[in-house]
């Protein structure tokens, strides 16, 4: 496919990515800022946590078959599609009137996002020559560390002062505008070609997935439904493996996979994925439940984790050089577990100062452990496979995001249901599910006990991932002496950009 942009008219289709971008990049921060607010209107906190995983689990199963369609049908078609439902997800969001509605109307905005991330990649690579790249990636970062800031802000205020609705509608002037500049402004020429998606992969792997949370999640359920969903997990799951082996143009390749060092480097990013949503979901629940601060407060928490990461981007090319990626790597993950060690220390009377800590050190550590890895598998495969080894790591945090938000969020539940003893639980699950359960927590001692308590089995989830995470990047294979030769600005920045 060959590209028919004006010179002159490329920075308005840059524009027309970083609107893109920045709709998916604000959408964590925002909604985990404004869900506390949501359930209690709601209803059905049990459900905490299908809220991100259904977005996640649809966004990461998608962003692999969007960037195959953008190659047979050209990048404008798909990625005004995928704006559009994930549009379409945004309004009926706003419009829900349930637990169950929001989870869904979140799952179709997720199968919608999953356009947005690899395809405006892929325009940016058609667009641009290499050596260009590296100045339209920083703004494309960039927009990532914005959104760690306005997204909790825009969350605080709109839950303050107008309807929860708000933090889903947002989106919608900014998509239009987002759609009417990729209509105006960019031209392709579009060149067929064959390509053979897996779409018999994506089901066996979407089913067993789904099995996996539910399992995670519906904990109290009966013993043989727990035990017919795990069937179903382990025989999808077998079979997704034989369909990839024998598939021309599998979901996810195995041979690749299988090699030690991309198989270790997206073990731990999975693992940090994992450990990472989890203090995004966790966390804003702690700070107004337990330490009983405003919405606003608890996205500046959120937002130190993000302005962690891309400051650990800009500084790794520094320490690549100074120390080689390797000490860099190992030394540097060790932040990944030492933050999250700060959330143990939480109690009812600590000050969110100490949660900003453990979320900015976390946020650096991810940041080294993210850009490392995809540095490392890069210069591991050659130029024919970079794309692929890449999407790897992309889908291992995104795998990773979609385990951790279920899984803690069930961690969370079992840990209500044994502090709470029975009565506590239900008293507690009620003032949950009130508009303003929240700030009313501080008024009953006994409530906020057994909530501070459950919340702290979560925290000791995150941070036994953290250190599991940490542990896996000593076992990635790095010589010595990689790293130490100049890193390009590009490398860093298209890092953050994923």
Request: proline content about 4%; some cysteine; hydrophobic content about 55%.
């Amino acid at each position: 496919m060959s590209e028919y942009v004006d010179r002159s008219k490329r920075p308005l289709v840059i524009a027309s990515i970083v609107f893109a971008t920045f709709m998916v990049a604000i959408e964590a921060t925002i909604v985990a800022t404004a869900m506390p607010r949501i359930v209690g209107q709601l209803g059905g906190f049990t459900y905490y946590s299908w809220v991100f995983s259904a977005f996640l689990l649809a966004q990461s199963t998608t962003t692999v078959i969007y960037g195959k369609l953008s190659d047979m049908f050209g990048r404008k078609p798909v990625l005004v599609g995928g704006i559009l439902i994930f549009l379409v997800g945004s309004a009926l969001a706003g419009f829900a009137w349930s637990m169950a509605s929001l989870i869904a109307f979140r799952l179709l905005q997720g199968i919608g996002a999953g356009a947005i991330q690899p395809v405006t990649m892929t325009v940016v690579g058609d667009l641009y020559k290499l050596e260009e790249r590296a100045r339209v990636q920083g703004v494309l970062a960039s927009v990532w560390a914005v959104s760690a800031v306005i997204g909790p802000l825009a969350g605080g205020l709109i839950v303050d002062n107008v309807s929860w609705a708000w933090i889903f509608w947002i989106n919608l002037p900014i998509g239009l505008l987002t759609i009417l500049g990729f209509t105006l402004f960019l031209h392709e020429n579009i060149e067929p070609r064959k390509a053979r998606i897996d779409y018999l992969g994506t089901i066996l792997f979407s089913i067993s997935i789904v099995s996996l949370l539910v399992i995670l999640t519906e904990t109290d359920a009966a013993a043989w439904i727990l035990a017919c969903l795990s069937a179903l997990f382990f025989a999808t799951g077998f079979l997704f493996i034989l369909q990839e082996r024998r598939a021309p143009e599998p979901i996810i390749s195995i041979a690749l996979w299988s090699r030690r060092l991309i198989a270790t480097c997206n073990a731990a990013t999975l693992l940090a994925g994992m450990a990472l949503i989890g203090l995004t979901t966790i966390l804003p629940i702690y700070v107004q439940g337990v330490l009983g601060r405003s919405p606003l407060v608890a996205g500046f928490t959120l937002t130190m984790l993000i302005v962690g990461w891309p400051l650990a981007v800009m500084l790794s090319s520094r320490l690549f050089r100074a120390f080689g990626i390797r000490r860099t790597l190992r030394v540097g993950s060790l932040m990944f577990p030492f933050g999250a060690a700060f959330l143990l220390f939480l109690t009812p009377e600590s000050s969110p100062i100490v949660a900003g800590i453990g979320s900015f050190l976390m946020g650096f550590g991810m940041g080294l452990i993210s850009l490392s890895s995809i540095v490392l598998v890069q210069d591991s495969v050659e130029w024919s496979m970079r794309g692929s080894a890449t999407a790897s790591i992309i889908f291992s945090r995104s795998l990773g995001n979609t385990l951790g938000a279920t899984a803690l969020g069930a961690v969370l539940n079992v840990g209500i249901a044994h502090f709470g003893s029975g009565d506590l639980a239900r008293r507690l699950h009620d003032i949950l599910n009130q508009p303003t359960g929240l700030s009313n927590l501080s008024t009953d001692p006994a409530i906020r006990l057994v909530f501070n308590s459950a919340l702290h089995w979560s925290f000791s989830g995150v941070f036994v991932v953290a250190i599991l995470t940490f542990a896996t990047t000593w076992l990635i294979p790095i010589s010595h002496h990689v790293g130490r030769k100049p890193s390009s600005n590009a490398d860093a920045q298209e890092a953050m950009s994923h």
